[in-house]
């Protein structure tokens, strides 16, 4: 499969990001996987988003000096090398992935292309409630721009949370506190492992062409 590999700062951190050419993917590209089995059974779209998430995963790695690609956990999340943090995601044709050296860290990347404006208005209810809804509609950003801001700093944040929670999170478990040009606050709605109810989380963002990017 044809990849191109670039970086970019955000947040302080190096993101690795990856664009790749879905129609040069082929079957044997996976055997550089380590878990290339596990994915036996997977669409053709899928196997190519994954294996450009660990291709990228894989330079931010080695980029800190580890030599590794991440496997598979048992609700599908990535397993970092002992010693180390990090989150992967992908949209369309690319992939981005950012580590830490560290353990326990929050870490939790994501990427969305902005939602269409009807289309947010008919979601909207999936993602944020009555509360944030008007939060967002007097942001002073488009509302579409916004409720995709939200979505994607929910993903981040649940990406960011999981290794440490081990559950499933709705997006009724965040709500969104403030957002201004680079950062969104949110806040928990319940307990989650450790973390109390309206425990804090910044998440940086990046508007980029017709998508953003979210990290924690």
């Known amino acids: ?40 059974n997977a669409g053709r779209k899928r196997k190519a988003e994954h294996l450009a998430g660990r291709i990228a995963a894989a330079h931010a790695l080695g980029a800190i000096n580890e030599r590794a690609i991440p496997g598979i956990g048992p609700s599908g999340e990535p397993l970092w090398p002992e010693g180390v943090s990090g989150s992967i995601t992908h949209s369309g044709a690319q992939a981005m992935a950012v580590v830490v050296r560290h353990q326990d860290a929050l870490v939790g990347i994501d990427c969305e292309a902005i939602l269409p404006d009807h289309e947010a208005r008919e979601i909207q209810d999936g993602i944020v409630d009555a509360q944030e809804a008007m939060y967002l509609t007097h942001s002073g950003y488009p509302f579409a721009l916004a409720l995709t801001l939200a979505f994607s700093a929910k993903e981040s944040l649940f990406k960011a949370l999981f290794p440490q929670v081990k559950t499933y999170m709705g997006f009724d478990c965040a709500r969104i506190m403030t957002l201004d040009e680079r950062t969104l606050t949110l806040a928990l709605t319940r307990p989650q492992a450790e973390f109390k109810e309206n425990t804090l989380f910044t998440v940086h963002w990046l508007l980029d062409g017709n998508q953003v990017i979210t990290l924690l």
């Open 1 to 40: 499969m044809h990849t191109t590999h670039t970086t970019f700062i955000l947040a302080g951190h190096t993101v690795h990001h990856v664009t790749f050419a879905p129609t040069t993917f082929t079957d044997t590209d996976l055997l550089w996987l380590p878990h290339y089995a596990e994915l036996s």
